[in-house]
């Protein structure tokens, strides 16, 4: 049996980062782990390619090679997965379906012959089981949560790995906590469901044989989500890895704001390589974190905790969101605020979108204010409900607070906010790639030369030069991702 494992296109958003990836002469930001762990799923016996659009076009002649096409993606992906449908349609090749896409809305995808649903590691060997009798079902689901440790190894074999500037791998699934507009407990529980430390650890084993060196995603929606197994267990034997193995990888993930209050993990996961996470910060009003049940941010300084993660070593990006019930009209200016003052460069502000099964969709599908599916970019200026505020104040208000946050003068000031509590690492110890020095360079006639506005990047060199010289590779990497927010916010 031939597969052709394809992943649809990603249009350009914040999180793409294509205009600043170009600067390291990478095609792509990471790669499809849900498809190469599907990959790891199959008969070993059989054929595997993998195409990803991000990387390289789909030829006729791959689609024709295929006895299958499976396909993958997320929301925003959708056109692209659609097209791909379409053309193996036309080309008279099966289609096999699945992913978070397909699984939150399998009514959407009339066209596909099978559906796959949920966790693979439960509902493809059905599949496989009823494709080998010769009569498979059309659509296929999970009964429950797969037990991911005996979740095989991803195929990066597959992948040409220099075509992306970072790797994906991940620890567990799951979160504990119950945000009322987040799929992730939907897809994948609130307990979190962890890897065997030996079977993560082979899993880095095999990417590093693989060749790859530098960043690595550890894509967790909630990293901490238990804190026991990592102090007692996997942060100590991924540090005694790490430093093993000569420290090849930097790593980022996803954590809740309430890692501020463990200093202990914090400590080890700096000491394991952990350089950036992302932490859901959303708002800070009061009112809407209690509305939207994001109680791990309620009760606390905020801005306190950003600022205690920077100073123990890591860099923090912030999600933010506008459009909750209880936001008043000077919501935009206090988001201005808190992001100017606490330092995230990497703040991503979202209107918010109701997710179609989420307890926020079911509470406005209650109130008759759905208006419409969601198009998984919440940063492309549209609204799928009604929200309690006036639709023109509201995105008035929001386009202003990400033109503020980002134009050249705020954001360079962010970045001088950012450094003067960030501190740097000792573990591991930094080390320069030709692609970093290249991509510096790069920033320099880009940024230094080519662009308008180029006095805010001069005077940030001259303040890294003067005052934190041992933070430039931090510093020049915020002004290249810089470049790439900006070039999204002009197109809101």
């Not at 940024?447 to 030069?465: A, D, I, M, N, T």
Request: net charge neutral.
């Amino acid at each position: 049996m031939k597969i052709l494992l394809v992943y649809p296109k990603t249009p350009g958003t914040f999180w793409s980062l294509e205009n600043a990836i170009k600067f390291i002469k990478k095609k792509a930001l990471e790669p499809p782990l849900g498809l190469l762990t599907v990959a790891a799923l199959l008969p070993e016996e059989w054929e595997t390619r993998l195409v990803d659009l991000n990387v390289r076009s789909l030829e006729d002649e791959a689609i024709r090679w295929a006895d299958l096409v499976f396909l993958g993606g997320m929301s925003i992906q959708k056109s692209s997965f659609d097209r791909v449908v379409e053309r193996c349609r036309g080309l008279g090749v099966t289609v096999v379906a699945g992913g978070p896409m397909c699984t939150m809305e399998p009514d959407a995808f009339p066209d596909v012959d099978h559906l796959v649903l949920g966790e693979a590691e439960l509902s493809l060997p059905p599949f496989l089981r009823d494709l080998e009798e010769g009569h498979p079902n059309r659509v296929y689901t999970a009964p429950e949560f797969a037990d991911i440790t005996s979740t095989p190894r991803p195929r990066w074999d597959l992948l040409d790995v220099d075509a992306y500037a970072l790797m994906d791998i991940q620890y567990s699934r799951g979160c504990p906590y119950n945000c009322d507009f987040c799929t992730i407990t939907m897809l994948y529980g609130h307990r979190p469901r962890i890897k065997d430390t030996d079977q993560f650890l082979g899993e880095l084993d095999a990417l590093c044989d693989s060749g790859w060196r530098g960043a690595v995603f550890v894509v967790d929606d909630n990293f901490i989500g238990n804190r026991g197994r990592l102090k007692r267990d996997f942060l100590p034997a991924l540090i005694e890895w790490s430093e093993r193995r000569g420290h090849p990888f930097e790593f980022s993930t996803e954590v809740s704001i309430d890692l501020a209050d463990d200093p202990e993990l914090t400590a080890l996961m700096v000491r394991a390589g952990f350089k950036m996470v992302f932490v859901g910060i959303e708002t800070p009003d009061e009112g809407s974190l209690a509305e939207c049940g994001k109680r791990q941010n309620q009760g606390r300084d905020m801005m306190e905790s950003v600022k205690t993660l920077q100073r123990r070593g890591l860099v923090v990006a912030g999600g933010f969101i506008v459009g909750f019930d209880h936001d008043g009209p000077d919501i935009f200016e206090r988001m201005i605020r808190f992001i100017q003052n606490s330092g995230i460069c990497t703040a991503m502000v979202g209107l918010l979108n109701a997710p179609l099964g989420t307890k926020l969709f079911q509470r406005l599908s209650a109130e008759n204010r759905i208006l419409s599916s969601m198009s998984g970019d919440n940063m492309d200026g549209s609204l799928n409900f009604v929200p309690r505020m006036n639709p023109g104040l509201l995105l008035e208000g929001y386009r202003r607070v990400i033109r503020t946050i980002y134009s050249q003068g705020a954001y360079f000031e962010r970045i001088k906010t950012f450094l003067a509590e960030y501190t740097v690492p000792r573990f591991p110890p930094a080390r320069r790639t030709p692609a970093e020095i290249g991509a510096v360079l790069r920033a320099f006639w880009r940024l230094g030369v080519v662009e308008r506005g180029r006095r805010f990047f001069w005077r940030l060199v001259f303040h890294v030069l003067h005052k934190h010289p041992e933070k430039a590779g931090t510093a020049f990497r915020m002004a290249i991702y810089g470049f790439h927010y900006r070039k999204v916010i002009e197109r809101i």
